[in-house]
């Protein structure tokens, strides 16, 4: 019977000790990175093994981030620690995760031929699936991630289409816009005449008419629509707009900068495209009063220029708020690395340079360009790509719009 009891108590001991090192070593031993949990957002976990995924693929696409002594300049640089920019790309997740339950709840769903058409678009550019695939990996995607940012684009544009009021522009916001830019689109307005190479001849002569001519504007108008091999401004009298509101080839741009309202070139201008004859026909300089733009006299196609960027600019912040509302009455938990949580006032810190780590409130729409970041912290990629886009923020090298 002693033996019995003894037995037992060493039995007991052993299964004692078994679980209080068991314990211990729960308590002390980290949990292994890709198990780990980075956020949570309304339930839903962002696993920490997706961020550090984004971390390093960013890394990789540039040499000098590549060591630990690159990497740690490029933070320092762009106001980062490695903790701020981790808790930067988190943050971005977290948004992502809010458009897509914001969505769901809305009953937003995106049609998947809808993003095949605009993958198969994008491909279209490459002259094969290799090409393809080396460009999405330079830009640090995979093909489901591609898709999956693709779709969010998608889901943050119905979302805002359906959701959020487009805000009016009040006078005073119209006023300090215009105040603010108007200036940025002051220049010449021309009219051109374009002759083909091998019609050099032809363009003098006609020059040496209109220069004798007492009624230029008139007369010119009259060839252009006569003479021009540029069929698009032929048919308006040569008129070419604002050089502020297109691109005019180099040489165009030069002879324009140097006449007057009113002035026709002296000599062709040889491009590109063939001979030029240049007429200035209007000049814009942004005219004040008592320190304010005098909104009237900007001209009409640059006042709707102005007035189109000040609306998409007012529903882009309409949306952003609705964003910042959307995670205000969210249950979000961030967590650190070692799994503690997160103070509030620690979220997203960093001074948001770097490109962000999904498509939050953008498109994952790719672009043309040699791959350079729209941020000015983030490092170029290898190359994009191509599409078409304008105001741009980077994501791995594949360019992102802003809604």
Not at 113 to 141: C, M
Not at 267 to 274: C, L
């Amino acid at each position: 019977m002693k033996l019995s009891r003894v037995l037992l108590a060493c039995v007991l001991a052993i299964a004692i000790g078994i679980a209080v090192v068991a314990c211990v070593r729960q308590r002390t031993e980290p949990t292994p990175a890709d198990q780990r949990v980075a956020a949570t957002v309304n339930g839903v976990e962002i696993p920490e093994s997706r961020v550090q995924s984004y971390i390093e693929r960013f890394r990789a696409r540039s040499a000098n981030l590549k060591s630990q002594e690159g990497w740690e300049a490029w933070l320092a640089e762009s106001g980062y620690t490695e903790q701020s920019y981790r808790l930067h790309v988190i943050d971005s997740l977290v948004q992502d995760e809010l458009i897509r339950q914001a969505a769901k709840d809305c009953g937003i769903k995106i049609d998947p031929k809808e993003i095949d058409t605009q993958i198969e678009a994008t491909k279209a550019n490459y002259d094969n699936d290799e090409n393809w695939q080396r460009v999405l990996a330079a830009a640090g995607y995979t093909e489901t991630e591609y898709r999956s940012a693709v779709e969010l684009t998608a889901l943050s544009r119905e979302l805002k289409e359906t959701q959020v009021v487009k805000p009016r522009a009040s006078s005073d916001q119209v006023q300090a816009y215009f105040n603010a830019h108007a200036s940025q689109y002051e220049g010449k307005r021309s009219s051109c005449i374009l002759y083909n190479r091998a019609d050099e001849e032809m363009a003098r002569e006609t020059l040496a008419t209109l220069q004798q001519s007492q009624n230029l504007s008139v007369d010119f108008a009259a060839a252009a629509q006569e003479q021009s091999a540029d069929v698009s401004t032929a048919k308006n009298g040569g008129d070419m707009g604002w050089d502020c509101l297109t691109t005019l080839p180099v040489e165009y741009q030069n002879a324009l900068d140097k006449l007057k309202v009113g002035e026709l070139c002296s000599e062709p201008v040889q491009t590109d495209f063939g001979y030029y004859l240049i007429l200035c026909t209007s000049e814009f300089t942004s005219v004040k009063d008592a320190g304010d733009v005098v909104v009237e006299a900007v001209p009409p196609e640059i006042s709707t220029v102005l007035m189109n960027s000040l609306d998409t600019e007012l529903y882009t912040q309409a949306f952003d708020a609705s964003l910042l509302d959307l995670r205000a009455q969210a249950d979000v938990v961030i967590y650190n690395s070692d799994g503690t949580v997160v103070a509030p006032a620690a979220d997203a810190a960093g001074n948001g340079t770097a490109p962000a780590a999904g498509a939050g409130a953008a498109s994952a729409t790719p672009a043309t360009g040699s791959g350079a970041a729209a941020n000015s912290g983030a490092p170029a990629a290898a190359e994009e790509p191509a599409g078409g886009c304008s105001c741009c923020e980077a994501k791995m090298g594949l360019v992102i719009l802003t809604f």
